[in-house]
């Protein structure tokens, strides 16, 4: 009887694990069921992704985390897009250190 409930117990367990491993996926993939009529501050936009598909959209993620759907085709949603990429390429270039920033070269010899 003890072999039987064990038994019971570990499947239970396994098919607990192969539940939420599967839920977990799911849940990780971008999936837009509406888009967003209303503007978003540039300045709470962190970066944003583009999706593909049925429904085409670009996913804005704000500072705090949330992800917006919005029309890609819409005027505001272009500007907001454009507005990231350059703001991304100039920090990109300003962390870049110039050729006076970098460590010098130098040759170290060992005497014995």
Partial sequence: MKLLILTCLVIC???????EGVGSE????SICVSLTTQRLPVKNIKT?????????????ITRRGLK????????WVKKAVRTIDKSTRRNVSQSKPTEAQQSPKTAVTLTG
């Fill in 13 to 19: 367990s396994l098919a607990a694990y192969t539940v």
């Fill in 26 to 29: 799911v849940l990780e993939k």
């Fill in 68 to 75: 917006v759907c919005a029309d890609p085709h819409v005027e």
């Fill in 48 to 60: 944003y992704t583009i999706k593909e598909g049925s429904m085409k959209a670009v996913i804005f």
